[in-house]
């Protein structure tokens, strides 16, 4: 069976588990579709936030997103990519949390999210909290509790 304190996993502090800002693949508001795919593309993310010059986060776009709308009737429009922005399409309705919200708030929407953004109590983006980082934490704290205690 397993035994593990549930409270210190959720004590953990969000800063020490999420991705800052600065190793975060983002694009900017004002950006096309075509430098947009070409980010989503060379980092290999799926999905990546929507960012202004003072680092507000204003959305979400993605591969899925992007292709669907340059589809024709008939045919790809690709030359739809260089005349299309980022923000007439991104995902408005962001899973986002505060820097100051405990860990616990960030597991309901982990359930649904690959990846939830992180913000200052300013609204500034921090940075982002994946499935997989917190996933990777809960797993070493399980196989912790679990050590027989003379390999302690
Ligand atoms: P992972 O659990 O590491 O596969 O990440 C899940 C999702 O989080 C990815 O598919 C991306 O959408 C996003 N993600 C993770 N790391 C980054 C990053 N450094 N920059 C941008 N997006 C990221």
Redesign the pocket.
């Known amino acids: 069976m397993i035994s593990l304190h549930s409270g210190e996993f959720l004590e953990i502090n969000m800063l020490d588990l999420m991705?800052p800002s600065e190793?975060?693949?983002?694009v900017q508001i004002g950006n096309n579709l075509e430098h947009a795919l070409l980010v989503l593309t060379k980092?290999?993310?799926?999905?990546?936030?929507v960012l202004d010059p003072k680092y507000k986060l204003h959305g979400?776009i993605?591969t899925p997103i992007i292709m669907d709308s340059i589809l024709g009737l008939e045919r790809i429009e690709f030359e739809q990519l260089e005349k299309k922005h980022v923000e007439e399409i991104m995902i408005k309705d962001v899973p986002r949390v505060k820097i100051t919200e405990p860990l616990k708030s960030c597991l309901d929407l982990l359930v649904n999210h690959?990846?939830i953004c992180v913000e200052t109590e300013e609204g500034l983006f921090e940075g982002?909290l994946?499935?997989?980082?917190v996933?990777n934490q809960l797993n070493k704290h399980i196989r912790r509790a679990n050590k027989p205690k003379s390999e302690e």
């Open positions: 991705i190793r975060v693949a983002h980092s290999g993310y799926t999905a990546i936030p979400l993605s690959p990846f982002i994946p499935r997989s980082t996933l």
